[in-house]
């Protein structure tokens, strides 16, 4: 993991693929290093020591993101059941 003297600390464990992707795609978007190797327990994303800090909050937005995205999508859902319960009591 390390390049000459740096520090390479893991950031995230046990990811599916598909998780370590999207948390990947943050990380190219902030601009910090990473690596993303298969671990004993799934996918692991590795950064320098230094960008540790960075790396751990963009996995908490890539969270806090995903609770927001859940809660809509629950609310349009909510909506739409109470629309069609509406449109049936109209219609009988």
Known sequence: MANGAEQWVTVATGLTEARANEL???LIARNL???RQAG???W???????DAPAAASSDALVRASKTVAAASEDAVSVVAA???RR???RLS
């Not at 692991?44 to 230094?50: D, G, I, R, S, T």
């Open 44 to 50: 692991e994303l590795w950064v320098p020591f230094a």
């Open 40 to 42: 004993p327990n799934g």
């Open 24 to 26: 990947a795609l943050v």
């Open 33 to 35: 290093p990473f690596q």
């Open 87 to 89: 449109e049936a009591r």
């Open 82 to 84: 109470t629309a069609s």
